[in-house]
């Protein structure tokens, strides 16, 4: 299957003893298969990586790309890639419907 990365964010890590050890997390928007995907994978010297990959359904390129530079700025790991993408898009749901709603009155 042809995938096509759009956007690569890499957050790099120092090595701080006895706070932290140097690696990366690098996030992307790959299009697989007509459908998008946001993927973190986690590297670190002494450790094998640690990856995780969310399939988008029902989002726009536009609101990918956005989840994306959230993710990154806010240095989410890869383990909790699938809950806060999850509560993002809930919480854009929610906005959307109470503004919907709002322009109705």
């Known amino acids: 299957m042809k995938e096509n990365v759009w956007c690569v964010f890499v957050r790099e890590y120092s090595e701080l003893p006895g ?9 992307s928007l790959v299009q697989a298969g007509g459908g998008l995907c946001l993927r973190a994978e ?10 995780a990959t969310c399939t988008l359904t029902g989002v726009t390129r536009h609101t990918a790309e956005n989840l994306l530079r959230f993710l990154y700025e806010n240095a989410v790991e890869p383990s909790s890639l699938n809950a806060v993408v999850s509560d993002c898009l809930t ?15």
């Open 91 to 105: 919480e854009q749901l929610m906005a959307q419907q109470g503004a919907a709603a709002c322009a109705q009155e």
């Open 19 to 27: 706070l932290q050890r140097a690696g990366r997390i690098c996030y």
């Open 42 to 51: 986690k590297e670190q010297a002494s450790a094998s990586p640690v990856a």
